[in-house]
């Protein structure tokens, strides 16, 4: 069974860059689909950040303006987020997500880490 | 870049009532809608996957329906166990943006 683990430092300072890893287990990246982080700030909803396919083809969210940026380490079967130029509103508890191909009905994500808290804060 | 909105915000039901989510999409999605359960302090759940399939170990009281923009996801027989937020999402389209969510909570 995939199991996702979300790491990182839970205290980023403004205009730092917020970097996380999710470790997958069960599962082996290279066998394919999307990779993905969604994200919940404090009192808010869900937020789709981006995802990742396994060849690395990436896709943001626009409404991050250009400050994301996602890869993959195939070898040690992780994935990552960085997220430049941080201020407070990118506070928020931080999912890593497998995004995995249901036919006829696209890449819902079926298995979630069990997030990760990052607080922006000098 | 696909909108969601998701209606009502939040509802308040008594165990064994029926609820019904709505969700819209700006633009046709065919039937590539999911829908997930999230409750605090858990990592979010999938529900339902191509509008009307449910996922594996949900229970058969929750149902979904819709194709192109409206979606439909219905809770029959509601349980304590319920009481969480619901999201929509698009699944073969980019950015995936979530509907805003809609709160459950039991009376």
């Known amino acids: 069974q995939v199991q996702l683990q979300e790491s990182g430092p839970g205290l980023v300072k403004p205009s730092e860059t917020l970097s996380l890893t999710c470790t997958v287990s069960?599962?082996?990246?290279?066998?394919?689909?999307?990779w993905g982080w969604v994200r919940q700030p404090p009192g808010m909803g869900l937020e789709f950040i981006g995802s990742?396919?396994?060849?690395?083809?990436?896709y943001y969210s626009p409404s991050l303006g250009g400050r994301v940026t996602m890869s993959v380490d195939k070898s040690k079967n992780q994935f990552f987020l960085n997220l430049t130029s941080v201020t407070a509103a990118d506070t928020a508890v931080y999912y890593c997500?497998?995004?995995?191909?249901?036919?006829?009905?696209?890449?819902?994500?079926?298995?979630w880490g069990q997030g990760t808290r990052v607080t922006v804060s000098s | 870049d696909i909108q969601m909105t998701q209606s009502p915000s939040s509802v308040s039901a008594s165990v064994g009532d029926r609820v019904t989510i709505t969700c819209r999409a700006s633009q046709g999605i065919n039937s590539w809608l999911v829908w997930y359960q999230h409750k605090p302090g858990k990592a979010p759940k999938l529900l339902i996957y191509g509008a009307s399939k449910l996922q594996t170990g949900v229970p058969s009281r929750f149902t979904g329906s819709g194709f192109g923009r409206d979606f439909t996801l219905t809770i029959n027989s509601l349980q304590p166990e319920d009481s969480a937020t619901y999201y929509c999402q698009p699944a073969n389209t980019f950015p995936r943006t979530l509907g805003q969510g809609t709160k459950v909570d039991i009376k």
């Open positions: 069960g599962f082996s990246i290279s066998s394919g689909y999307y």
């Open positions: 990742i396919y396994h060849l690395g083809n990436t």
């Open positions: 997500v497998r995004e995995y191909y249901y036919a006829d009905s696209g890449y819902p994500s079926d298995s």
